[in-house]
């Protein structure tokens, strides 16, 4: 994603002759990034991108309370926009690209989404209150109110075996294998080469996500992150002043975001800012 998204801002830059004066929002790689609205809802959550049909799965809270939520789906092509039904509290997505498997997770379980009949059907292996779903190889979940982390497979569901003893609300695999998950404490990593639990920093972590190449990034209220899989050190993409629930990033590398009223995508402008060399550093 990050070659994908220097060559995109590079062909901005070329053009680019307006003054720093004007560099106010949101900054990526020293190019002013804009707003467009996808869709206005309230506080969107959890997304996932299917990038066989170019679709972002995600949920949504439906009432003033923040207590109700739903399954939705919005094409990124057509902008065809649907509610799941037959979720228990849809709240978690997660999407499996060789399978072609949209899994849903609600209050009493894992569900796979039908794109014919725009519905899900809920799977035998679990009755759990899923918090987060990430796929990765197998599909991992994390369970709510516990704050343990399994793995479901073959309509069965596992404690992950090197997580056992640890919180973890929000878990994500990267390309090699290594494991981080997030709890109240900050953002951890289980390396698979070492066998090896270490804490990263304190993060709070709202939402893990992969690019087209299974790049790890994750974001927090106000910020986006890139982990790099081979030294897991973070790298900070982009900064916000308001709330920000969640990101997913489309096969081109363009970041969609999840704030408290809409769903947007960022997209670059002519704006290079020279004077924000660090400001997301």
Not at 90 to 95: M, P, T
Not at 257 to 263: I, P, T, V, Y
């Given at each position: 994603m990050k070659v994908i998204l220097v060559v995109v801002l590079l062909s901005c830059y070329a053009e680019a002759q307006i003054p720093t004066d004007n560099c106010d929002?949101?900054?990526i790689e020293?190019?002013?990034?804009?707003h467009e609205v996808l869709k206005s809802l309230r506080m969107p959550y959890q997304l996932a991108m299917d990038y066989n049909t170019n679709t972002l799965f995600f949920s949504y809270s439906i009432d003033d309370e923040d207590t109700i939520y739903e399954s939705a789906y919005i094409n990124l092509k057509t902008n065809e926009f649907g509610i799941i039904p037959g979720i228990a509290a849809?709240?978690?997505?997660?999407?499996d690209e060789r399978g072609n498997v949209v899994y849903l997770g609600g209050s009493d379980g894992i569900y796979q989404f039908n794109y014919e009949t725009k519905v899900a059907t809920r799977l035998n292996g679990t009755d759990d209150n899923i918090w987060q779903l990430f796929f990765?190889?197998?599909?991992?979940?994390t369970k709510f109110p516990e704050e343990e982390i399994y793995i479901f497979k073959n309509n069965q569901s596992h404690r992950v075996p090197e997580l056992i003893g640890t919180k973890g609300m929000l878990v994500a695999v990267d390309n090699s294998d290594n494991i981080y998950f997030s709890n109240t404490t900050g953002l951890f990593v289980h390396k698979k080469i070492t066998d090896n639990t270490s804490f990263i920093a304190v993060y709070n972590v709202?939402?893990?996500t992969c690019d087209i190449n299974g790049e790890t990034f994750f974001s927090t209220p106000h910020g986006i992150y890139y982990i790099n899989d081979k030294t897991q050190e973070v790298e900070k993409i982009a900064s916000f002043?308001?709330?920000l629930y969640g990101i997913a990033i489309e096969p081109d590398g363009t970041i969609i975001?999840?704030?408290?009223?809409?769903?947007v995508r960022l997209k670059p402008t002519n704006t290079y800012c020279y004077g924000n060399e660090t400001k997301n550093q």
């Open positions: 929002g949101i900054i020293n190019i002013k990034h804009e849809g709240f978690a997505n997660a999407v990765k190889e197998d599909l991992y979940y709202n939402g893990f002043d308001n709330n975001c999840a704030l408290e009223d809409s769903l």
